[in-house]
């Protein structure tokens, strides 16, 4: 379960990284 939640979060991590960096 933990790796699966770590996994989400990575993911989201990696496709609000460059949306973030975008919009500055």
């Known amino acids: 379960v933990v790796t699966f ?7 989201a991590l990696k496709e609000l990284a460059p949306r973030l960096l975008t919009r500055d």
Do not use: M, P, S
């Open 5 to 11: 939640k770590r996994e989400v979060y990575r993911r």
